[in-house]
């Protein structure tokens, strides 16, 4: 779901990032409020100021948006559920994570502070724009003040909507937790919610399109798409976890995998690894299983042809990154997360500076097919 990521800052230790997506919406919110809404609803104001206003007004949507998931955070921290940060992406915000909620009272708590606190900032917008309206501030003023308010409010209410993994749906699933004490009863029950709000969104996209409003629809579409994806994906996701908590990597380990000597020249490597194996990365061992570092085929695209016959592995080889190994001893689950974040299917096994195995996604998610099928 998440492409590249841009750190912006820390804010009460956590770290608040973008996804490059978030660009393209920014300047679509600033376009839209500066040709379209501002204009719309203020008459007589110049090309200039309206542009202000859009401006203001998307750096003030990015500002509550940082301040609602800022509160989830918060929440999270004050019950010892690690955060690993914020990301702001194309619909909102994320606060990711590391582990899912210990308790039903505790999700709900933390999902429910994220929109009360936009509503927080909508009561806020409203009274100062009252304040302003009164007062005889700039109608620029006014105008993106009122804007806020009324935009922190949609947010607040499309948050709320019972659709898993929304906030709202959260709570919903929180409180069926604490009815049954089965969380993936109440995940599979909320999060079918959560699909079925995205079929009605995507429906009703189209019905808006059909009808002229375009630009409408296709929001809609694209939010019930968006919906409806991550209904499916948060409750394989519990699935998967749940099956493979307290299983450690060595147990899903191949204790020998494919390995490169430091004196393989890269001509070779290319030749009789990368093209036979189709791996994009490969471990260095020296002797019978010390690692001395990882090459990955990234590497490789940077040396030109031409060098390829006489330059060995060793000298253009990398150390290895936590982003491709892990522990013998680790959560399976951690794994996962790993391959998650990296999108790479397969990692290293090192205890210490030995090699000691290789771990891939399908070997896990075959172990998972057979376990879901004998404890069914
Ligand atoms: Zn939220």
Redesign the pocket.
Known sequence: MFGKRIKLFTLFGFEVRIDLSWIIIAVLVVWSLAVGFFPFRYKYLSVETYWLMGVAGAVGLFLSIIF??IF?SLVARRFGIPMKGITLFVF??V?EMGEEPTSAKVEFLM?IV??LS?IAIALGCYGVYLQASSSGWPESVDGVVQYLAYINALLAAF?LLPAFP??GGRALRAILWGLRKNLRWATRVSSSVGFGFGVLFILSGVFQFLTGNMMGGIWLFLIGMFLQNAARMSYQQLVIRKALEGELVHRFMKPDPVVVSPSTSIQHLVEDYVYKYHFQMFPIVEGSEKLVGCITTKELKEIPRGEWAHKTVGEVATKCSAENTISPQADATQALSLMARTGSGRLIVVEGNRLVGVITLKDMLKFLSLKMELER
Do not use: F, I, K, R
């Open positions: 609602h998931e989830h909102g915000g606060s999902a994220g929109p936009s948050n929304l906030d």
